[in-house]
């Protein structure tokens, strides 16, 4: 079973900073891509980063320049370090990790429970 922790949400007003995290544990053979979506009310889930397992990374239009995805593989952790933060910022985000659990034969895509992130002006 493959789980996936995140933390580092919380209320920040506009310009500022937050650092989120998520932490995959469980039965884990092989973690591929990593990355972070983010659904405000009302709308569709998007992409916001991703990180593949040799590091190469890509971001939405919206928060380039702004926000940073990175991996610790001996972790099995994904950060997003998000600056200069604005009120459409507003959203739970979403880790999500693709793996390849212990005793599985194909890699699946697997969620977080999400953490809120609200930015106020």
């Known amino acids: 079973q493959v789980q996936l922790v995140e933390s580092g949400g919380g209320l920040v007003q506009a310009g500022g900073s937050l650092r989120l995290s998520c932490a995959v544990s469980?039965?884990?053979?092989?973690?591929?891509?990593m990355g972070w979506y983010r659904q405000a009310p009302g709308k569709q889930r998007e992409l916001v980063a991703a990180i593949s397992s040799g590091g190469s990374t890509n971001y939405a239009d919206s928060v380039k320049g702004r926000f940073t995805i990175s991996r610790d593989n001996a972790k099995n952790t994904v950060y997003l370090q998000m600056s200069s933060l604005k009120p459409e910022d507003t959203a739970v985000y979403y880790c999500?990790?693709?793996?390849?659990?212990?005793?599985?034969?194909?890699?699946?895509?697997?969620w977080g429970q999400g953490t809120q992130v609200t930015v106020s002006s």
């Open positions: 999500n990790a693709r793996a390849l659990a212990s005793g599985s034969s194909w890699y699946s895509n697997y």
């Open positions: 469980g039965s884990i053979f092989s973690l591929n891509a």
